[in-house]
């Protein structure tokens, strides 16, 4: 076990900079005691957290947007695509990338709620790419 030497009171930087000190073994038992007693304070809220999360997880445009988003793809792939409907289609990638950017903001939170990689949550979840209506 690595001893670390340090004050009898200490500010979060201070405790940062006496954490530096631990070699990696000893980190990553410093770091799972720490996100446990996490989630032992934040347990009575940690249901309902979990639940917010997994909702935003799942939240989705409609079915509608969907078949116009794959309309206006397929009008570029075959280069058919009008000035206006370039900046709908725009547009749609544009709150897609939000959309897709909050998902995985939530993603992550939940992976450090389980004590779990991002990739492993997302295994988890079953999240895959949405495939284009013709693929």
Known sequence: MTMVH??????????????EQLDNP????FVGRVLSL???RNAPT???TEAELLRRIREDFSEEFYTRFDDLLD???ENTLTAEESDELFAMLDKLEMR?????KCVGEL??????TFDAMI???GIQPRPRRNE
């Open 6 to 19: 340090v004050q009898a009171e200490l500010s979060a930087d201070k405790l940062l900079k006496a954490v």
């Open 26 to 29: 000893e980190l990553e038992r």
């Open 38 to 40: 996490r989630a032992y």
């Open 46 to 48: 940690l249901e309902h």
């Open 75 to 77: 009008e570029r792939d």
């Open 100 to 104: 897709q950017a909050e998902r995985l």
């Open 111 to 116: 992976a450090t709620i389980h004590n779990t």
């Open 123 to 125: 295994q988890l979840l």
